[in-house]
């Protein structure tokens, strides 16, 4: 079974400071790709990335970067000089192949992300 | 135009009544999804319909029944509703049933069941 696990359930952190969000994921599968998303308070889901298991280039766009380890399982998500912009909830997500077809995405639970003026 | 459209965006209803909420994608996507996001956020998937035919069927009641006329639509019909019925639930559509697709959500429907 695949699992997707976002241990930091709120994170407050005052504007303009860096902050990294944690995600653990498991799977049985070897091709798989990792998404992260946003959530702003009104609810739309915006996609942040996509990236492949095959793939362990660290991307960076703008103040949003990402550390992919398959070592340890993990794609972490860094803000730099984060904004209140930033505030919102944050998901991990996981896509692999199973049994021949999609399994569509698993979730973490979210990490939600407070930056205070 | 929006890629993958939900109706309606609000729907408040008392137990025990029946309704439907409506998903349409104008990109030509093959696979479509239903995603349920709980009180606590937690967002998991429901349904998935590949070409019009159910793919994924979590462990849902009964009471929930997708329909999908055509690749293009996929509905999502509830049967008797009860209080934990309410959510946020989001469409999601994908080119195909192959994990490097992207997917694209719809803005969401936020049932209340009071």
């Not at chain 1, 946003?38 to 703008?62: C, H, M, T, Y």
Request: overall charge negative; charged content about 20%; aromatic content about 12%.
């Amino acid at each position: 079974a695949q699992k997707v696990t976002q241990a930091q359930t709120e994170i407050s952190v005052v504007e303009k400071e860096d902050v990294t969000l944690d995600c653990v994921y498991e799977t049985r599968d070897t091709t798989y790709y990792l998404f992260w998303y946003k959530q702003p308070p009104s609810g739309e889901l915006v996609f942040l990335i996509r990236r492949n298991s095959f793939d362990e280039q660290n991307e960076i766009s703008g103040r949003y970067s990402w550390n992919f380890q398959k070592s340890t399982s993990s794609f972490n998500f860094t803000i730099t000089a984060s904004q209140v912009v930033d505030s919102a909830v944050y998901f991990c997500a996981l896509s692999a192949l199973i049994g021949g077809g999609a399994d569509g995405l698993t979730f973490g639970k979210g990490t939600h992300l407070i930056i205070q003026p | 135009d929006t890629a993958v459209s939900q109706t309606p965006k609000y729907l408040v209803t008392q137990m025990g009544n029946d309704k439907s909420i409506k998903c349409e994608q104008n990109l030509g996507h093959d696979t479509m999804y239903w995603y349920k996001q709980d009180s606590k956020k937690f967002l998991k998937i429901m349904f998935s319909y590949n070409n019009k035919e159910l793919i994924i069927n979590e462990t849902v009641p009964n009471r929930f029944s997708p329909k999908s006329p055509d690749k293009a639509h996929l509905n999502l019909h509830i049967n008797s509703l009860e209080l934990g019925d309410s959510a946020v639930y989001f469409c999601v559509s994908s080119e195909g049933t192959l994990m490097f697709y992207g997917y694209t959500f719809g803005s969401g429907t936020r049932l209340t069941v009071v």
